[in-house]
Structures are given as structure tokens and as C-alpha cells.
């Protein structure tokens, strides 16, 4: 019957080695006294002179020796038995030396079975170190239950940490776009004004302190994100109002609204939470602002706050857009994101704002949800708990 050993723990293991190993050597020695008892009394009898042969023979068969026999068996006998014990005491030593290394041999054939994934792990960590994400253990067959868990673990750090490679590669290429164009739009009318080619008007310092704005509002945007990864994004938490927090926003975005061309529906309901005031209603401000840029064509943008099955607060925003891909989820959502891949900057945005809003939820130990609207248009929801902090 094959043991399965990867359902085995390793300290089990090892004790059910050591005790198969005494117990298999203590048999083997038995059997091998057992087998050498008659070599080792032939040898016996024939050392013992010819008469105290004869009266030992005589005696094992329960016959009665002559006197001149057990005479001779009692003079030669004391001798013979040391001699013989001597003999007996050596081949039990060298039996017991051949079965220990027997057992050494078999104890490590099987150390090395249970060692050898250890050390394809220590190459493949020794990889991971030098920077090659993309290593991989793989199965390693029947080895013990932790080194499995161990394997397991470790294939999946060196995913994650592929992943956050390539998606570290991607954020830096992303920055180092969305910040050269503003750049060059700047560098470009400075040294033509410089030059005299540009003339120091106000609509021309108008348009550069618009990509200056652009420029904050990209870092700032980054800031957050850097402080969510370090979990610093929430410091503090106090209880609040949702419906009135979210009344604050819509009423001071009028502007940006009516200049969209949308009307604004609501349905706020009041939901107390514990959280922080300035990211929720920043989260709620960036929604706001992705409906004026996506969705402005649908002219109507519906806000509701309330209760969602009981032990759940919920900020969701309905427009009549063009809605969203049938793949896209919150899992999709990463730095530089946009629906759309074929916007531009300048319709799309930086595409940190739902990022933003993601990070925002999640600190609050919510989620951010998307969702077809029926008849036309996205449903984004953040999703909060009702005891939501400390």
C-alpha cells in the first residue's frame, strides 16, 4: 500500500521512520541468532572432545551418558563455553553492524525523499532572490505535509510577486506617460515664451496653470494610492452621516454638473457609519466626476444612499451612459484603468480615479461594485459596513 506522505505531518513522519527502523533491526538480529544457533552449536560440539560430544548428544536426546562421558563434558565444557560465547557475542556484533547499515542505508534513501523537495525549494528560492519571478517548485510528489504546504506557499509568493512586477512595470511606465505630455505642453510654451515666440498673454498662462492643475491632481491621486498601500490612507474615524456627506458633494459639484449638461436624482437615506469624512466624500467627488466624463451623453445622474441587506451601507451612483465592458469588475480596476481603452487623457482622465475610489472602500473595509443599469447606463456602488471602523 503506497503511503501517501504529503497527508502525513512531517514530526509524525519522522517518529513512524525511527520506530519502523528499531523494530525492522530487532527482527532482522533474532532472525539472524535465530539462523546462526545451530552453526554456532556445531561448532561447539565439534571442539568438545569426541566422548563429551557423545554425552551432549546423549543428553539432548534425554539419554543417559556413560560416566567417562559426562566426565569429559564437565572438564572440557567451561572452556568450550567461553570460547563459543566469545564467537556468539562477535556474530551478533557483526550482525548487528550489517542490519545498522542496512537501516542507515534505507533511513537515508528516505531522508533524501523527504529532503529532496527541500532542495529544489532552496534553488528556486536562491532564483527568486536574484530576481527571477517567474521560478516555480510545481509538484513535488509524495512529500511530507508541511514541506507540501511550504512548496504550495512559496509558488504562491512567486506569483504574487510576478504580478506585482509586472504591474510595478506597468504603473512606472504609465506615470512616466500621463506625466510627459502635461510636461511638454509646459516645457514647450515656457521656452517659447522665453524664446519671445509666445506672447505673455493671460490666456496663455490660463491654459499652463490648467496643466499645472492636471499635474497636482495626478500626484495627488498617487499620494493616495501610496498611502493605501501602506495602510495609512484612513488615520481617522469618527461616526458620520452618509446621506449627508454625500448631499455636501453633490451640492458643491452643481457646477460641474450643470456644465456637463446633467440633472442630478436623489435618494439619500440616512446610514451612520464610522469613518473618515474627507476620503469618503473625495471617493463620492471622483464618481462624480467619472459620470460627467463618461457618462454626460445620458443627462441624468441618479445618487442613492442607504441600507443594503441589513449590516451593509451603500453610495450608488446610476447614469445613462454607455455603460460598462461586459469583463470589467472591481478586480480589473488598477492604476491607469479606463473602460474604454481607446480614451485619450484628455477625455479619459489620469484613470486613477476609480483606483482612488477602490482604495478608499477597501480601507474602510468595503468594496467598490460595478453593475448594468437596466435600460442603459452603470451602476458603481461602494459597498461599506455599518460598524465600519474600531
Given amino acids: 500500500m503506497k503511503l501517501a506522505l504529503q497527508r502525513v505531518p512531517l514530526g509524525v513522519l519522522t517518529a513512524l521512520t525511527m520506530a519502523v527502523l528499531l523494530v525492522v533491526s530487532v527482527i532482522l538480529v533474532f532472525l539472524g ?11 561447539t560440539l565439534d571442539r568438545l572432545p569426541s566422548e563429551a560430544s557423545a554425552a551432549y548428544l546423549d ?9 567417562d562421558g ?9 572452556a568450550v563455553e567461553r570460547q563459543s560465547e566469545t564467537e556468539g557475542q562477535l556474530t551478533i556484533l557483526a550482525l548487528a553492524m550489517i ?10 534513501w528516505l531522508a533524501r525523499k523527504i529532503s529532496r523537495p527541500l532542495e529544489v525549494l532552496a534553488a528556486a528560492t536562491e532564483n527568486l532572490r536574484a530576481g527571477d519571478f517567474s521560478v516555480r517548485v510545481g509538484p513535488v510528489g509524495n512529500a511530507a505535509k508541511e514541506v507540501a504546504l511550504l512548496v504550495r506557499r512559496f509558488d504562491a509568493l512567486a506569483s504574487e510577486l510576478e504580478s506585482m512586477e509586472s504591474r510595478l512595470r506597468f504603473n512606472t511606465m504609465a506615470v512616466a506617460h500621463e506625466l ?11 521656452q517659447g515664451m522665453a524664446d519671445g515666440v509666445f506672447p505673455i498673454d493671460r490666456t496663455r498662462i490660463v491654459q499652463l496653470l490648467l496643466q499645472v492643475e492636471g499635474l497636482s491632481a495626478l500626484v495627488e491621486d498617487l499620494r493616495t494610492l501610496s498611502l493605501a498601500a501602506g495602510q495609512k490612507l484612513v488615520t481617522q474615524r469618527l461616526p458620520l452621516d452618509l446621506s449627508v456627506e454625500v448631499g455636501q458633494v453633490l451640492e458643491a459639484s452643481g457646477h460641474l454638473l450643470e456644465k456637463a449638461g ?11 457609519i464610522v469613518g473618515d469624512a474627507p476620503r469618503l466624500r473625495q471617493a463620492v467627488l471622483a464618481l462624480v466626476e467619472n459620470a460627467t466624463r463618461y457618462a454626460a ?33 472591481s478586480d480589473s480596476v488598477d492604476l491607469f484603468w ?10 479619459g482622465g489620469s484613470g486613477l480615479g476609480l483606483s482612488v475610489v477602490k482604495a478608499i472602500a477597501a480601507a474602510h473595509d468595503g468594496r467598490l461594485e460595478f453593475a448594468k443599469r437596466p435600460g442603459g447606463g452603470a451602476i458603481v456602488s461602494i459597498i461599506l459596513p455599518v460598524e465600519a471602523g474600531p
Fill in 338 to 347: 479606463r473602460a474604454d481603452t481607446s480614451r485619450s487623457r484628455a477625455t
Fill in 297 to 329: 451623453a445620458g443627462g441624468v445622474l441618479r445618487c442613492e444612499v442607504g441600507l443594503q441587506g441589513g449590516q451593509e451601507a451603500c453610495i450608488r451612483l446610476l447614469d445613462r451612459g454607455p455603460g460598462l465592458p461586459e469583463d470589467v469588475s
Fill in 99 to 108: 542490519v545498522a547499515l542496512v537501516g542507515s542505508l534505507f533511513g537515508y
Fill in 33 to 43: 541468532v535465530v539462523a546462526l544457533e545451530s552453526t554456532l552449536e556445531r561448532r
Fill in 180 to 190: 510627459r505630455t502635461p510636461l511638454t505642453v509646459l516645457r514647450g510654451n515656457l
Fill in 59 to 67: 543428553f539432548n536426546a534425554g539419554r543417559m551418558p556413560t560416566q
Fill in 70 to 78: 559426562v566426565r569429559a563434558l564437565l572438564n572440557s565444557l567451561p
Fill in 262 to 272: 446633467m440633472t442630478v436624482e436623489t435618494a439619500l437615506q440616512p446610514v451612520r
